[in-house]
């Protein structure tokens, strides 16, 4: 079976890129698509944090970007990487541009119904990414979801994809030199997820992130005997506040929302069923 990476990066929620994909890699078969979901792609500093996950995961990037400097800025990045990269409306809006005589207006999302779904929607993406990576602690208690790992578990894209699932998910990095936050193990109402992976697969990520960013590829961040220590760390706290596990060393990021929204589903029955 044939494996590749997509990266499907858009400014608005990015459902037109999402169905588009899946209807393309439909029309082939003994395809396993590792689907890397990025919405909201609004500022240059964003695509920079995206572009690091794609160069660790080389593949096709599909993208519907309508400001023209970050448009420009992906494809250059891209061009460097040696990777393929496609506007997939392109074609269509230049046709009806064509037809209609006029220019398209530049406004991320005014396709979308603003219905009270998709507010809830945004708001969920706006608070996974003010919250990514140990941010904004204090407001944990306001998140549904709370994804735990060491460092390069894949704790953002996922925490990206159950946002635009309508989740409010943050993510804490676990350091053993540096203790997260006391609240996390208070929390009420949010659900915590411990992201693990295997030493072999952690070390092939974080080397070639060192090398995506012409670092030095052989340091203790990649070191077998500290990456085991590390993840017996971050073992151990999951089981001493039995948080539930997710294994990420071999499942896509799909996979992996998909079981945690059944865990986070199990978990609002069980507190009704007791309420």
């Known amino acids: 079976m044939a494996r590749i990476h997509l990266h499907l990066l858009s400014d608005s929620t990015g459902e037109t890129l999402e169905n588009v994909a899946k209807a393309a890699i439909g029309l082939f078969e003994n395809v396993e698509a590792v689907r890397h979901f990025w919405p909201m792609v609004r500022s240059e500093v964003h695509l920079d944090r995206i572009m690091e996950d794609i160069a660790a995961n080389p593949g096709l990037v599909l993208f519907t970007l309508t400001n023209h400097q970050l448009r420009r800025r992906l494809e250059g990045r891209c061009r460097a990487l040696g990777l393929p990269y496609v506007a997939p409306l392109d074609n269509v809006t230049d046709a009806l541009s064509n037809i209609l005589g006029q220019e398209t207006r530049n406004r991320p999302g005014r396709k979308h119904i603003l219905d009270e779904a998709y507010f809830a929607r945004i708001e969920a993406i706006q608070f996974t990414i003010a919250h990514d990576d140990g941010v904004g602690h204090e407001n944990w208690e306001e998140a549904d979801i709370i994804l735990a790992g060491v ?3 894949s704790k953002t894209p996922t925490s990206i994809y159950l946002a635009n699932r309508g989740y409010k998910t943050a993510n804490i990095p676990l350091v053993r030199e540096s203790p997260p936050p006391r609240n996390l ?11 693990t992976v295997s030493p072999d697969r952690l070390i ?11 670092q030095t590829p052989e340091t203790a961040y990649v070191d077998l005997d500290k990456v085991q220590e590390e993840l017996a760390f971050s073992r151990r706290m999951f089981a001493d506040n039995g948080w539930p596990v997710i294994d990420m060393t071999r499942r896509s990021i799909e996979e992996a929302a998909a079981a945690i929204i059944n865990l986070f589903n199990d978990r609002v029955l069980a507190a009704e069923q007791q309420g």
């Not at 092939?204 to 012409?214: A, T």
């Open 185 to 195: 193990f208070t929390l009420r109402h949010p659900m915590v997820v411990g992201l």
């Open 151 to 153: 460092s390069r578990a």
């Open 204 to 214: 092939q990520i974080r080397r070639n992130r060192l090398l995506s960013l012409n």
